[in-house]
């Protein structure tokens, strides 16, 4: 057998070099797709859809469809958000998405996502408006939607939804399609519990065909910031607010009796001023030790 020459010093700098840029662009990569920050100033990673504006809505093109009811009629469409419903500012360097709550309306990602831990701080701001000066400030994270837009009330998408709301941070609402062409169910899914509520100590599980109110709540004062995580693996999901599990929803399907485990991620404005900053989606591949300690998932 031919003896191989030992490589000169050159060859081995070589080596070592293109082993440290490959190892480096490597390294890099995983950085790079380990984690996505979701909002720029220019949320070119979102389509907007702006709903029915309310009748009290002011400086509208003439000729604007309104009217009360905001959850049916002529919405103004996608990417028209032509009252700046919808828009990211700096502020001490960092990029805060404003959400002014004037009229029914959502931010949806052009992507579709599976198996992330989606992360964000939230705050709500002072103005409300109609058609709910007199309700509870009201905003919301859709997750796995599909279809078409305005499927829901001419505005959102069929989906998941993370309940924003004050002090029902965390429920869960299945919503369907009623305003699509043709008309959608919705979608459907297990939730430990009872009496509509998630309850982790119960045995029982119900089906999450309505609105479901978290097991508790753990809202910051008006005006402060809450951190909300939503973990989802396959057709399964965890709420989290402040570092709290408020929700497990298992089993997901959509409205056709299919799994529900991937979509797009919708941001609502639902008549109430608010923020969110640190919009950010991690892949996943297994529920973190920290998740799994506090849920128990429901056996096969």
């Known amino acids: 057998m031919a003896k191989l020459n030992k490589p000169t010093m050159y060859s081995k700098f070589k080596y070592i070099s293109l082993f440290l840029i490959l190892t480096s662009l490597t390294v890099a990569a995983q950085k790079s797709s380990k984690t996505i920050h979701l909002l720029d100033k220019d949320l070119s990673q979102f389509e907007k859809w702006i709903g029915v504006p309310h009748a009290t809505v002011t400086d509208l093109p003439e000729g604007t469809y309104q009217s009360d009811n905001v959850h049916n009629g002529t919405a103004l469409g996608l990417n028209n958000d032509i009252k700046d419903v919808f828009t990211v500012n700096e502020e001490n360097g960092e990029l805060i998405l404003h959400i002014s709550g004037e009229i029914l309306g959502g931010i949806n990602t052009k992507k579709d996502y599976e198996n992330y831990h989606l992360s964000t701080l939230f ?5 409300k408006w109609e058609p709910r000066l007199d309700a509870k400030r009201d905003s919301g994270i859709l997750y796995h939607c599909y279809g ?3 499927a829901f009330w001419k505005t ?5 939804e993370y309940q924003v709301q004050e002090t029902d941070l965390g429920d869960f609402i299945p919503l369907g399609g009623g305003t699509a062409s043709p ?3 919705k979608p459907t899914a297990v939730v430990r519990g ?3 509520k998630y309850n982790p100590n119960s045995d029982a599980y119900f089906e999450a065909n309505g609105y479901i109110n978290a097991g508790s709540e753990h809202d910051a004062p008006h005006g402060e910031w809450n951190l909300l995580e939503i973990y989802v693996l396959g057709n399964n999901a965890v709420h989290v607010v402040n570092g709290y599990v408020v929700m497990v929803v298992e089993n997901a399907k959509n409205d ?3 799994i529900l485990n991937k ?5 609502q404005s639902e008549a109430a001023e608010c923020y969110y900053k640190d919009l950010t989606l991690t892949s996943i591949k297994k529920f ?3 998740i799994r300690k506090q849920v128990r998932f429901k056996k096969s």
Do not use: M, Y
């Open 123 to 127: 705050k709500w701001g002072d103005k």
């Open 148 to 150: 078409e837009q305005g």
């Open 156 to 160: 959102w998408k069929t989906s998941l």
């Open 183 to 185: 008309k959608r169910g």
């Open 194 to 196: 009872e009496s509509k």
């Open 256 to 258: 056709k009796g299919e």
């Open 263 to 267: 979509g797009q991620i919708q941001i």
């Open 288 to 290: 973190p030790k920290k």
